[in-house]
């Protein structure tokens, strides 16, 4: 049975980083696309960026390009998401999820197996 489980995510200050981790349990990582949401109170699920199976392809919410990077080590079935200049804004839990196609997505429905989420909290 395939289970993900974040974390990484704190309370930070305006302009800090933070590193999420994605970790996956069961055979098929690397047949996974693995994309990370966000949700904030009172909002949708938003998509945040996405990688493909070998790494080489990513996507990223345009508001996010520049400050976030999602990597992913094979070896350690991880899935890595860099937050730089975070922003009160990017308050949410955090999810990650994987789907199993050979092309990205920023669609929800698309994955299949979700985590239970780690709480990012920035303060001004």
């Known amino acids: 049975q395939v289970q993900l489980v974040e974390s990484g995510g704190g309370l930070v200050q305006d302009g800090d980083s933070l590193t999420l981790s994605c970790a996956y349990s069961?055979?098929?990582?690397?047949?996974?696309?693995v994309g990370w949401f966000r949700q904030a109170p009172g909002k949708e699920r938003e998509f945040v960026a996405a990688?493909?199976?070998?790494?080489?392809?990513?996507d990223y919410l345009d508001s996010m390009k520049g400050r976030f990077t999602i990597t992913r080590d094979n070896a350690k079935k991880t899935v890595y998401l860099r937050m730089n200049n975070l922003k009160p804004e990017d308050t949410a839990v955090y999810y990650c999820?994987?789907?199993?196609?050979?092309?990205?997505?920023?669609?929800?429905?698309?994955?299949?197996?979700w985590g239970q989420g780690t709480q990012v909290t920035v303060s001004s």
């Open positions: 990688i493909g199976r070998a790494g080489g392809s990513t």
């Open positions: 069961g055979v098929a990582f690397g047949l996974a696309v």
């Open positions: 999820a994987a789907g199993y196609s050979d092309r990205i997505s920023r669609a929800s429905a698309y994955y299949k197996q």
